[in-house]
């Protein structure tokens, strides 16, 4: 199994452009989830989706995130545009409800830093 | 609302020492308690978890955590220190009633010294 697949793992842009990070989630996993780390405010949930619909996007700092999941299988988050206090190492996450199985898989993360 | 809390900001062990990592929780309902381990540059990985039946869970790499109802607590335990244990450990706890989101505490950031 090759886990949970974030690309890139580095993006460095200036702030004003469009950011989008990639996520393709464990085969037969059907939630997936998207985190953001910082220093300062440790590991935060920005939304998760069931089955491919958003269920909870509370975490979603303001309207310049949003996040995509079109099929089982990928996913992004985009932010537009970019500011330098959205520098993160930006998780991916993935996890089969049901039975007794509710451990999430994190992919490797995306560092963005925004200049 | 869910939350869970890490006391320690770090926890310095030495090596062949007894390694514990402490975890406190607040929910209502039946908790689902979780252990991760984040190595420098990695992403989160999954240590062990408490869903239901004896209280003791062991996990990968010789950890082991126990849920105490009464106190609610989910100390995470290593019998014999590692330096490749040095890493940031996570607990989280998820609810039912809250869906399949799980709440993460601040990390503990573990050095075990040769």
């Known amino acids: 199994d090759a886990g949970v697949i974030q690309s890139p793992r580095h993006e460095v842009t200036e702030m004003g452009q469009e950011v989008t990070l990639r996520c393709k989630p464990i085969?037969?996993?059907?939630?997936l989830f998207w985190y953001r780390q910082t220093m300062m405010r440790g590991l935060e949930l920005l939304i998760y989706?069931?089955?491919?619909?958003?269920?909870?996007d509370s975490g979603m700092p303001e309207d310049r995130f949003s996040a995509k999941m079109p099929n089982a299988s990928f996913s992004t988050l985009k932010i537009q545009p970019s500011e330098p206090r959205d520098s993160a190492v930006y998780f991916c996450?993935?996890?089969?409800?049901?039975?007794?199985?509710?451990?999430?898989?994190f992919g490797p993360g995306t560092r963005l830093t925004v200049t | 609302a869910q939350s869970v809390a890490q006391p320690e900001d770090q926890v310095n062990v030495a090596e062949g020492n007894p390694l514990t990592v402490k975890c406190t929780y607040s929910?209502?309902?039946?908790?689902?308690l979780f252990w991760y381990v984040q190595y420098p540059n990695r992403g989160l990985q999954f240590l062990l978890k408490y869903i239901t039946g004896d209280n003791l869970v062991k996990g990968s790499y010789g950890f082991e955590a126990e849920f105490n109802k009464s106190q609610t607590s989910f100390h995470l335990k290593k019998p014999s220190a590692l330096v490749s244990d040095s890493a940031l450990y996570f607990c989280?706890?998820?609810?039912?009633?809250?869906?399949?989101?799980?709440?993460f505490g601040g990390g503990t950031r573990v050095l075990v010294k040769p």
């Open positions: 989706f069931n089955n491919n619909v958003p269920i909870d």
């Open positions: 989280a706890v998820r609810v039912k009633a809250a869906g399949n989101k799980l709440t």
């Open positions: 085969s037969g996993h059907n939630s």
């Open positions: 929910v209502s309902g039946n908790p689902y």
């Open positions: 996450a993935s996890t089969l409800t049901g039975g007794d199985s509710y451990e999430q898989y």
